[in-house]
């Protein structure tokens, strides 16, 4: 679960995206009124989008999704892709893969893993 995604958009550690960090900032999905908004048209967090419908391969939320969104560190390392995908190698989803284990240094599901973390939406 996420502490706080921005947009550009940005991960700031873990919790759930319910636990506010950044409701204030623009570009973060916490932001009902930015980059959170269920209404804007390639956000995250709008169910009718590519990029929010369980439909879409591109989405974060389809389960079986293979083209998720990709997760970045302030440093433009790799750290996976946002996904629901439970099975997926890299997908923050799966419990057992270096992205989504909580004892894996490169999750952002590890509790000491706090550095800022961009989303990069799929095209």
């Not at 919790?15 to 204030?24: G, H, I």
């Not at 269920?38 to 591109?58: A, F, T």
């Not at 083209?67 to 989803?93: C, E, F, K, M, V």
């Not at 992205?99 to 095209?123: A, L």
């Amino acid at each position: 679960m996420l502490k706080a995604i921005f947009a550009a958009m940005f991960l700031t550690g873990l919790a759930s995206p319910a636990l506010a960090v950044c409701p204030y900032d623009y570009n973060c999905l916490d932001n009902p009124y930015g980059a959170g908004s269920p209404y804007k048209s390639d956000g995250l967090m709008n169910p009718n989008s590519s990029q929010g419908s369980q439909y879409s391969n591109n989405s974060w939320t389809n389960p079986n999704a293979t083209n998720a969104p990709s997760i970045y560190d302030q440093s433009g390392n790799y750290q996976g892709r946002l996904s629901a995908n439970p099975y997926a190698a890299d997908s923050t989803s799966n419990p057992y893969g270096r992205y989504g284990s909580q004892y894996s240094p490169d999750s952002i599901n590890n509790p000491y893993n706090t550095g800022t973390f961009y989303v990069v939406p799929s095209q």
